[in-house]
């Protein structure tokens, strides 16, 4: 029998009695997509997955993005975030999304739910290492001073990977040269997206705006620009919006991409090993008006 049980604080909930192996009823998918918007970051205790099982999981929600980096063989929609090292070269990812920020905000389609799957995560004693933070993006909105709300209500935002590749840089090789760097990688031309969506779902006003990716308020002077950011960021990031996650191994952990920031917590060593699978899954129906029919019936 499936049971939620809040965290008790500003985002999360436990679903416990859910086999997320087996292929989800219509019904259980639209308590999830419901219970997601309540919550915005949901766990599935003690799952055993293979990678398929977690791609057909994702996909009830969207259409999952193609990775860029490392991925499952078979199964190329899953990616592989880990400091695990095997002949001499990382298995995965090492060390994916410790700034801030929303995944996807960098493409047109926006991100909606990412799907992360823990199957080893570090420890020291009895202290689960690796957590993951958020931070609650509708309480964001709510508490911005009425008049910024009225100013900015049409306002689009600029995302730019060149903003968080510079920055993840910049931790990862201090001092090194980000332009030679960076002449491999595609950045991708900034896109725009509305700065205060309103949730397909819950229909509550959130501020969608991340530091790792926001980079400018179209239309506005640069200075002004990069102080409502400046601002932005100060807000977004403050105790009161934030929760973070600690790791089971075997945990399933699912979040809304559009109600949330987040965060890797970097406090493990080269040898405390973390190995996580990830589905990115888009927002390719959560804003179509039959799939909301579904959620809503
Ligand atoms: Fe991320």
């Not at 309540?38 to 997955?49: E, I, K, M, T």
């Not at 398929?52 to 929600?61: G, I, M």
């Amino acid at each position: 029998m499936l049971q939620l049980e809040p965290s008790g604080k500003i985002l999360g909930a436990t679903v416990h009695g859910l086999d997320l192996s087996m292929p989800l009823s219509a019904d259980t998918l639209s308590l999830l997509i419901h219970a997601l918007a309540d919550h915005g970051v949901l766990r599935f205790p003690a799952q055993r997955l293979t990678a398929a099982q977690l791609k057909r999981f994702s996909e009830a929600f969207g259409d999952v993005q193609t990775p860029s980096g490392p991925h499952e063989a078979e199964v190329p929609e899953v990616s592989i975030l880990s400091n695990v090292v095997e002949e001499g070269r990382n298995i995965g990812t090492p060390d994916a999304g410790r700034i801030w920020h929303t995944d996807m905000t960098y493409n047109k389609i926006v991100g909606y739910v990412n799907v992360l799957y823990g199957l080893k995560i570090p420890r020291r004693g009895d202290t689960m290492l690796g957590g993951t933070q958020f931070s609650n993006m509708v309480a964001a909105y709510r508490d911005l001073p009425e008049a910024m709300k009225h100013d900015l209500a049409d306002a689009q935002v600029l995302f730019s990977t060149d903003k968080y590749n510079r920055a993840a840089h910049a931790l990862s090789s201090p001092g090194g040269d980000y332009e030679a760097w960076s002449k491999n990688r595609h950045n991708r031309e900034p896109v725009p997206h509305p700065l205060f969506l309103t949730h397909p779902v819950s229909g509550n006003k959130m501020l969608y705006c991340n530091p790792g990716y926001a980079t400018a308020i179209e239309g506005l002077p640069k200075d002004e620009s990069d102080a409502i950011i400046a601002f932005f960021v100060e807000h977004q990031l403050q105790e009161k919006y934030l929760y973070t996650f600690t790791w089971s191994e075997n945990d399933v952990l699912i979040w809304d991409n559009l109600a949330t920031i987040h965060r890797a917590i970097a406090d493990y060593g080269p040898d405390e090993h973390r190995l996580i699978k990830r589905c990115q899954v888009m927002a390719t129906k959560i804003f179509d008006a039959a799939f909301l029919k579904t959620v809503f019936q």
